[in-house]
């Protein structure tokens, strides 16, 4: 399987560890699984093709296509722990992780779970993927003086560093957490979503501003109640610029 599936499944695992839940005969369909990714199996996509092309279809694993697809994360773990409440994938670039938790958080409020893990995965330094993105001349080409490369909001920024990981947490419903003398490390008080509807590589800030107020409005919270805000920080020229404007104009 795809290295983006091994962060996940280990991401997955930890949180699950941590989390000190058991599924059970009784529990099983109330707790169910959201991991995503961005971009999922490209490297071994790439892979294969090299492989096809040098040997024909013959030398393609059959492993190939579940080894790629992104909700194979959510898959894998509902069938190591047996948990049979929802499973899926959100794909939504940047944001995949994110939307990841907010779904699970809404299938809990709206009474389909009482328990998700959710997150997202990345694994994608492949040849073809930093190929792309320098195509897109998103990638800083600071390789002279790569410790100091990635610099999001500084003056001299110019494009962002790629990096392989997973984030994956437990979310669970608030009484049901009290009730088992749960280890609560924070509280989801809202969750927003919105789309800028403007260009394809281009943002325009109208959309991450109100996708600050719908989380605010669904939290029942006030600008001035926020203390930390973590940003998307691309370390791009415009990027950075239009997401430090649209914090400005949230409220």
């Known amino acids: 399987m795809d290295t983006f599936i091994h962060y996940g499944l280990a991401a997955g695992m930890q949180a699950w560890r941590d989390s000190g839940l058991e599924v059970t005969e009784a529990n099983a369909e109330r707790i169910g699984v959201i991991v995503g990714s961005g971009i999922g199996g490209l ?49 939504s670039a940047c944001t995949t992780g994110l939307h990841c938790i907010g779904d699970a958080a809404r299938l809990i409020e709206y009474g389909d779970a009482d328990v998700m893990v959710a997150g997202g995965a990345e694994s994608t330094v492949s040849p073809l993927c930093i190929g792309g993105f320098a195509a897109m001349r998103a990638l800083s080409t600071r390789n002279d003086d790569p410790q100091t490369a990635s610099r999001p909001w500084d003056r001299d920024r110019d494009g962002f560093v790629l990096g392989e990981g997973a984030g994956v947490l437990v979310l669970e419903e608030y009484e049901h957490a009290k009730k088992r003398g749960a280890r609560i490390y924070g509280e989801l008080a809202g969750y927003g979503m919105s789309s ?56």
């Open 43 to 91: 490297p071994r996509i790439e892979e294969t093709q090299v492989e096809y092309l040098a040997k024909g279809p013959r030398r393609i694993s059959p492993f190939f296509v579940p080894g790629s697809l992104i909700n194979l994360i959510s898959g894998h773990l509902s069938i190591a722990y047996g948990m049979k409440g929802p499973s899926y994938a959100v794909v």
């Open 196 to 251: 800028d509807a403007h260009h394809i590589t281009a943002p325009d800030k109208d959309g991450p501003r109100r996708g600050v107020l719908n989380a605010l409005r669904n939290g029942g919270l006030n600008a001035d109640d926020i203390q930390y805000v973590n940003a998307h920080g691309t370390s791009t020229p415009l990027g950075d610029k239009n997401e430090t404007d649209a914090l400005k104009l949230a409220p």
